[in-house]
């Protein structure tokens, strides 16, 4: 078993959805990271949190500690919100053990 | 600041040969980070390096990868020789961390992707 689970792994939606991305692990962490990678390959953090909610735009993620879960909402979803959304943990001080993504397509 | 600057961007070379990555973090930052993405893998982290130390390398294949972090400004990731199943896109991250609990975020370089004939 994967120690960072994300589901769906895949996800369609047209444009103007709400959208929520789940990631849950399993092991101890100091915080955790949602990050983007769009088609072209780059990666960008969009959030790190460690408890709480932070708001960023359209995007919203949270977190709970105790039940080891959290989730990215993407409001009013846009085509250019079209990428794959990668869950990662930190552990130790600071490395990373990462989800396998979800891929998330938005239709006009 | 122009952000984690990786080189070369894209690499082609046979099995066998030596293959070495560049990158370079953000002036400032104290730690580095290599990750390989793979179709089958996603995204693994090779080894991590704080003030130019590595301290992690338990996510390195195996001997043929080497990486070494000279100065603050400037890291290395060798392969050789390299092989087949080394294909795979490498990515470099900075981040500046406190330590200990911090919630620094990471900054990624574009990556450099690597196909080995």
Redesign the interface.
Known sequence: KNEVEQSPQNLTAQEGEFITINCSYSVGI??L?W?QQHPG?????LF???SGKKKHGRLIATINIQEKHSSLHITASHPRDSAVY?C?VKV??????????TRLQVFP | DAGVIQSPRHEVTEMGQEVTLRCKPISGHD?L?WYRQTMMR????LI?F?NNVP??DSGMPEDRFSAKMPNASFSTLKIQPSEPRDSA?Y?C?S?L?A??????????G??T?LTVL
Not at chain 2, 42 to 45: K, V
């Open positions: 100091s915080a990271h990050l390959g780059g990666i960008v953090s790190m949190l460690s990668i990662a130790d001080t600071d490395k990373l053990i990462f989800g396998t993504g | 730690y980070f996603g995204l693994e982290l991590y704080n301290i992690d896109v990515f991250a981040s961390t330590g200990g609990y911090s919630t620094d975020t990471q900054y990624f574009p990556g992707r």
